[in-house]
């Protein structure tokens, strides 16, 4: 079965949300508390859409690396030579490896540990 707000928070709980009157408070509770809100939350809101992940200037040179963890997954970026900063899976797809385990400076290669 899929998950929903009604399944995670209850009826109960999101009734103020169905009303045609202005809503005067913010979600219940359980929202900023319960494991399974925060999964749903990062499937559906999150992991579909453009986020911010951090700022251009925390990757100032070519060869700086940051890797971070966006709606759960592990997301890895990097300022290319061209000084374009892209967004990579921070996985080996051959093994399924993290690539980068915190930030770094001037890098001339990505490479797997595993496969070196």
């Not at 509770?29 to 925060?38: C, I, L, M, P, V």
């Not at 971070?68 to 990579?88: C, E, N, Y």
């Not at 080996?92 to 496969?115: D, N, T, W």
Request: charged share 25%.
């Amino acid at each position: 079965m899929s998950q929903t707000l009604e399944t995670i928070l209850g009826r109960e709980a999101l009734k103020d949300f169905e009303t045609a009157d202005p809503i005067k408070h913010g979600l219940p509770s359980g929202a900023y508390t319960n494991q399974d809100f925060f999964d749903l939350e990062q499937a559906r809101v999150f992991a579909g859409n453009w986020a911010f992940v951090g700022f251009a200037h925390e990757l100032a040179e070519p060869g700086d690396m940051r890797p971070l963890a966006m709606a759960g997954l592990p997301v890895l970026l990097v300022r290319g030579k061209d000084r374009v900063i892209r967004a990579f899976h921070n996985v080996c797809r051959h093994r399924g490896m993290k690539l980068v385990g915190e930030a770094c400076s001037g890098r001339k290669l990505l490479a797997c540990p595993y496969h070196a």
